[in-house]
């Protein structure tokens, strides 16, 4: 078990033209160990600029990012990152997909196809071990992905809007396929999403950050729902649908601000 830490965290980009673009600024943020805790905001609110900060993928330019109290420097070698786009190698199996990370850490053949052929059970893919990615629907290369960056067992999952490309039915399933694994698991989680439903149906806490540039934290937000949870069916309990209008209200004003301000600039720039 893990818990991360943000304290004063800013993230600046240097432009074309070499002006500083401020994409988050003074985040602090605690996630304790074996909590699952989502992040939403507007379009271009800086939620992946954050993940990729825990990830060790960027550095702040001010402020620290901790592990268990010790700063991080380099790769967070204790995450596994689920990105958008899955990275499953086109001309390997399933399960040669899957059992890659335990490949590439020396572990034994035997064992590690052992523990890829009863995850990928876990996951619903039993059968489909020797099958390509491109022999796959949308869901089965999901399945395959969440196997793959789950085998390594790392003690926090950092995860990029992983169901976003699924259609809404698909997405549910593979939402409750994700909580049942990780239940009981003790792995901390970063989710990042724009589906408000999707944040407040998985995660024990919802974080909104402000519209950029400068984003910042401007909500949290504890899910008062009971687990285990049947994603098929939470989204009508009282509780799901005053957790949503609580948030909405809030994220609905920092939406209409980030279309304001890009508005504004987009105007600017054709004058």
């Known amino acids: 078990m893990a818990e991360v830490s943000l ?11 070499g002006s500083q673009y401020p994409a988050v600024r003074d985040v602090d943020l605690h996630v304790p160990a074996g909590r699952f805790v989502s992040v939403v905001g507007p379009t271009g609110c800086g939620k992946s600029t954050l993940l990729n900060a825990v990830a060790g993928l960027l550095t702040p330019t ?27 190698l086109p001309w390997k199996t399933v399960i040669e997909n899957v059992e890659l990370g ?33 022999e796959l629907s949308g869901g089965m290369r999901r399945r395959t992905a969440v196997a793959q960056t789950w085998i390594v067992d790392p003690d926090i999952l950092l995860m990029d809007e992983p169901f976003g490309a699924l259609d809404v039915q698909t997405r549910q399933i593979m939402e409750n396929e994700l909580l049942t694994l990780w239940s009981g698991s003790g792995k901390t989680v970063l989710f990042v999403t724009h589906d408000l439903d999707e944040a407040i149906s998985l995660s024990d806490e919802v974080v909104l950050l402000s519209a950029g540039p400068g984003s910042h934290i401007v909500g949290r937000y504890p899910v008062e729902l009971p687990r285990p949870r049947d994603l098929l069916n939470i989204r009508t309990e009282p509780a799901f649908t005053e957790s949503y ?16 301000r890009s508005t504004k600039q987009h105007l600017d720039r054709t004058r």
């Open 7 to 17: 304290s004063g965290v800013s993230i600046s980009y240097r432009g074309s033209d």
């Open 102 to 134: 335990l490949r590439l850490r020396g572990t034994p053949p035997a064992e590690r196809q052992e523990r890829a052929a009863e995850l990928l059970r876990r996951v619903g893919l039993a059968g489909f071990e020797r099958s390509y990615p491109h």
């Open 245 to 260: 209008a609580r948030i909405w209200a809030d994220l609905r004003e920092e939406v209409m601000t980030g279309y304001e």
């Open 62 to 88: 001010a402020g620290t990012v901790t592990v268990d109290g010790v700063p991080l420097r380099g790769l967070n070698r204790r995450a596994g990152y689920l990105f958008q786009q899955d990275a499953l």
